[in-house]
């Protein structure tokens, strides 16, 4: 054997021993709080990937689409079908387009009800409650009543939260936080969104 196959092997023998521990050490089963923020692309993108592994393990489903309801979703039509999905839209399309707070406040207060609803259901595995972040950033929801339901929710249930800015309360509650890094973004530079890629 070589020099370099030995440093090698060596090396990943230090790196498994290394990962196996880590792994011997997690020995905690619960249901997890997932934030997917930032200013880069694929929060909600990698939330329906998530909501397609739970799925395809035979869980049930809820997401809850704050902000991008009334646009085409791809992984929403495909996935549409399961019995086991549950989608509840706010379908006010962006509040920067709509430009009526109280308009707003009512659509984000009756699609939280249904959030609220999944929260507690004990059969509802993960819950996905995207663009929420923007929700309480402009005061349609309070901070307070959101962090009571993940708090109360029932211990097996996953929930992710995507959007920019995450509320620094949500980031201290997580399991696992993500942050999405613009390097370069397509849009920018005077590429429309792509259907199929983007949406």
Avoid at 172 to 194: K, P
Wanted: charged content about 25%.
């Amino acid at each position: 054997m070589s020099d370099r196959e030995t440093r090698h092997r060596q090396a990943m023998q230090k790196l498994k021993s290394h990962v196996d521990d880590r792994v011997a050490r997690a020995t905690e089963q619960r249901g997890q709080l997932l934030v997917f923020t930032g200013n880069g692309k694929g929060k909600t993108t990698a939330a329906w990937g998530t909501v397609t592994r739970a799925l395809g393990y035979g869980y049930r489903v809820g997401v809850v689409q704050f902000i991008k309801g009334v646009w085409e979703c791809g992984e929403r039509e495909r996935l549409a079908e399961d019995p086991r999905l549950e989608v509840a839209i706010m379908a006010t399309g962006f509040t920067w387009e709509t430009q009526n707070r109280e308009a707003d406040t009512q659509a984000c207060r009756a699609v939280w009800a249904e959030a609220e609803r999944l929260l507690a259901d004990p059969g509802v595995y993960l819950v996905v409650l995207d663009e929420i972040t923007y929700m309480l950033k402009f005061g349609y929801l309070d901070i307070a009543t959101v962090r009571h339901a993940l708090a109360q929710r029932p211990a097996e249930q996953t929930v992710i939260v995507t959007g920019r800015n995450a509320h620094r309360d949500l980031l201290a509650m997580a399991d696992t936080v993500t942050e999405m890094q613009e390097v370069r973004h397509a849009f920018n530079s005077g590429l429309q969104a792509r259907r199929g890629i983007d949406y």
